[in-house]
Structures are given as C-alpha cells and as structure tokens.
C-alpha cells in the first residue's frame, strides 16, 4: 500500500512538473508586497539568543545559491530566490528583522553543520535533510517541507533507468556531505558515485555524459530540470523521505525552539503556503499540507 501511495505520489509530482515547466524559467520570487510582516514590537528574555540578534539589528542566514526553486541567487539584486529563503524572511520577521537586514551567506551540504558550529551564520536553510545524525550536532527546527530522494536522466532516459537498482554498475552524481550520496551508496553498492559541491555541476556532468543519473531530492531535481527541459527526464520514483529543516547550532535551543513557533505561525496564518506558491509553488503546483513540526 505505502508503495502504491509514493507511485500515485510521484505520478502527481512529475505531472504538475510536466504541466508547468514549459512556460516558467524556474527562477521564482514574490512580490515585494508578498514580504512577511515585521514584528517592529517583538521583545524577548534578557540574554536569549532572539535578544541578541534583535538587538544586533540583522541576523545571516546560510542557503544555496545554486538551488532553483529553494534558494538561486539573482543575478542582478545579488540576493537568493525560493521557498528556502522566504522561510528564512518569515523567521527573521518575527524575530523583528527585515528582509534588507539579512545577509545571505552561500552555504553547500558539505558546510553547513560547519558553518553553525563556527557561529558563521545563524540559521541554515538549504534543503537540508532533518536526520538523526546530524540531530547529534545541531539542533534543527521543523520540518517544513517533506521532499523525497529521485533520479534524473538525459532526456530520453537511454538507459532506460526506471529506479535505484537499475543504476546498478552505472555512474549516478549527487553532492559532497549530502543524505542523497549516502542513501544511494547504501541502496546501490555497485553504483559509481560522483560527488561535486553542488547540483548544478552534477546537472552539467549529466549534460556532457559524465554521469549516467543525478540524484536527489525530487524538489531539487524538478528545480534543475525547469531551467534545461530539452536536456533532462525526470523519473517517475521517491525512494526516501527528506524532511526539510531549519539548521540552528547546539547551544541555541531557544532559538530552535523560537523558529518552530514561527513556523506553527505560519502555518496557521497562511504565512508558510503564501511562501510556498510565489516560489516552488509556482512549478510543483499549490502548497500541500503543511507537515507536522518535530517529525522527522
């Protein structure tokens, strides 16, 4: 039964993908009217992290640059674009900081838990998979997104690759210090696995035929997709789920727990569904349920 729910699932994914790619870029942003409303008046416990950073006026938040749909960085306002970074907003507003106060920090799978524990930045919003390894070392809050591992091909799909095991004695690309690279690694035990630092140099190695798959979230792979339709498939499977979470460091469970109640908030209050259709909504289709905080 569970594997027929991900098939009807994914069919349903790939069918909003198919439907709107063929007339989006796939670079998306809201309306500057669409910015969540700052909390001019939010006070806070003397001492929590939230005071700190309201009294500092700004807060830094790491993200992708290169993550169509989640966070791609515009060219010409030089700030990132997705559903990762206006969550990123939400958060911040709340916390009585604007959009113009945040500095974005490019942050790629293989730094982010570095980049919490060097105190680099405050939060982490990067597709980033809610698991308990790193549970270990950071504290996460959410999720508030549930994405699932996939597969991507040239167009055509030439080798016929319906699934993980058919990428067996095959060449499949995700990014360093990212769950899809261990998850595949643990599925496939025959499969080649090439590693870059992001996903789009993976999309160019599948381009050119370095690699035979790129793997990873669905989202991120409708995402790449969107902006070289004539060159990529994707395929119609989700082998994992990938809750996506806010990266906080260790020692700042208040502002772990402070970021769930922003996003209980937005939840309730149309905030989280609004972030999601002027972004990743506007390829993969109107915002679903919102997930359940602390599941993961």
């Known amino acids: 039964m569970k594997a027929r729910r991900n098939t009807i699932i994914t069919t349903a994914f790939l069918a909003a993908v198919t439907a709107l790619t063929s007339c989006s870029s796939g670079v998306a942003g809201p309306a500057a009217s669409d910015q969540p409303k700052v909390n001019s008046a939010a006070t806070f416990a003397a001492g929590s992290t939230m005071q700190k950073i309201h009294d500092a006026g700004k807060i830094t938040i790491g993200t992708k640059f290169d993550q169509p749909l989640f966070g791609l960085k515009n060219p010409t306002t030089n700030q990132p674009q997705g559903f990762d970074a206006e969550i990123g907003k939400i958060v911040a507003a709340d916390l009585g900081i604007p959009a113009d106060k945040i500095e974005w920090v490019e942050t790629v799978s293989a730094n982010r838990e570095p980049f919490l524990q060097q105190g680099r930045v405050d939060l982490v919003l990067a597709t980033y998979t809610m698991n308990a390894k790193r549970a270990e070392v950071i504290n996460f809050a959410g999720p508030y997104y549930i994405a699932g591992q996939s597969l991507m091909v040239q167009k055509g799909n030439p080798l016929g690759i319906k699934g993980p095991d058919d990428l067996a004695g095959h060449k499949a690309c995700s990014v360093e210090g990212s769950a899809s ?88 209050d149309g905030g989280w569904a609004k972030a999601w259709d002027s972004t990743a909504g506007k390829i993969l289709g109107p915002a679903p349920q919102p997930p359940v905080l602390g599941q993961f």
């Open 181 to 268: 690279s261990t998850n595949i690694r643990k599925l496939v035990p025959t499969v080649q696995v090439t590693t870059f630092d992001s996903y789009s140099k993976c999309a160019d190695a599948l381009k050119n035929g370095q690699v035979d798959a790129v793997t990873t979230d669905n989202t991120i792979l409708a995402g790449l997709r969107s902006l070289d339709p004539d060159s990529f498939d994707l395929v119609d499977v989700a082998f994992t789920k990938e809750p996506y979470g806010i990266g906080i460091a260790k020692d700042r469970q208040d502002l772990a727990d402070f970021a769930n109640e922003a996003l209980k908030k937005a939840f309730s």
